[in-house]
């Protein structure tokens, strides 16, 4: 019968696509009226269940003869058993340690000015890998770049089967050689990520900052795969100079390839990014709801695909369309002058939080050290991040034009210095404020 069931579904199946999703796929039990079958990846799991669920029931019904119901079970240990095996990382089976989002390719990646240059690099290194070496590619969070750094995999998967690709974190990185050394297999570990890897992708690289030791491994891995001319894709929310506590000797490696920048999104492109996503959640969004999400969410994309996935949730529960007044409050955001009135109220609410004061000292004229600290970070934070004008900060906390301006140009020279108190005190606001926001759409 489990014969029976695999063949069934495999003829249904092109190759690739057997081969991507259902490598690892195997039935478990078989009961009268229905089958538990295991998987060894959970990020597989989801997706077989919400893309492949009605023709794996489908395909028991013909089996059967009868309606059966179905369960995907995750099996882990197993994988991992197999995956230790002396096979390469991930030939024939690319997915079990590269869990890729299928939706990460160049296909669905939009191209603008902010991400051009980053993402024909990435196309060039898809076309050849070795070539430019190592790939060094940064920027703000949820701007694009596991999306590139995926796509890179994604396209060597296809075009060139046989070589052995590696996506990975950093923090799976370092979890990996942390298990290693507790099982007594560090040399395994080396082996692996040393002598088996054709290309390795990894991402988030800011995660081993102050890290020495995995900082060590990682030195020794890149040098044996660059030397073997095997390709390096490094990404990092910051550039290989700005990451303090990192190795000099990693640093001006991660340097002495090819460097790619992303950035921002301007307001015409957010919008195709915005349009691409909706169109591949099978959805529609009215156009001057796409502009005013797009207008909102630019500095992350990330909570840009939040925002419309809260909107196209509400279309479909609801059964009506969302309109411009229905989205701005649904995300909270207003579409006319008011949103300002708004952005002000919750920076304020959050300088207040943070720094411990009341909105009357913040208001205020106040000469308190706390609370003339909160007003510079407060104005660094209205005009960088919220994109206010001069005015309106000077409005806001009702100093003059020129002090504010030169209040701005303080506190940015502080952070360009490295200046570490005042860095985190933007940090903690802007955290403040986009864990308010991100709350509202969960
Ligand atoms: P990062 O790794 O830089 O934090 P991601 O690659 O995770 O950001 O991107 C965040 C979200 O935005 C993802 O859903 C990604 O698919 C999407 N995205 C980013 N850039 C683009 C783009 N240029 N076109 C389409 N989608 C994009
Ligand atoms: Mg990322």
Redesign the pocket.
Known sequence: MRENIIESLKSKLNRRVWESWFGTFDVKEINTDYVIFQVGNLFIRDWLEKKYGSLISRTLREVFGKQMNFRIDYAPSQLQEESEQDEPLVKKRPLILTPLNP??TFE?????PN?MFAYSTSLEVAKNPGKYNPFFLH?G???????LVQAIGHYLFKNNPDLRVVYLTSERFLNELVDSIKKNKVQEFRERFRNKIDVLLLDDVQFLIGKSGIQTELFHTFNELYNSGKQIVV?SDRDPQQLEKFQDRLVSRFQMGVVAK?EKPDEETCFK?AT??VQLEDAQLKEDVLKLVASHFSDN??R??GALIKLIMYQQISNESVDLQKASELLSVSSLVTQKVSVEEKLIDALCKVFNITQKEILGKSRKRTVMNAKQVGMFIAKNHFGLSLRQVAELFDRSHPTVSHTIQKVEELVNSGNVAVKNQIDQVVKYLTDKVSNQFV
């Open positions: 939706i990460l669905n990646f939009v191209v603008g991400n920027g969070v949820g701007l694009g770049k596991t999306h990404c992303i990014i691409k996503m994309l990330r840009l695909r």
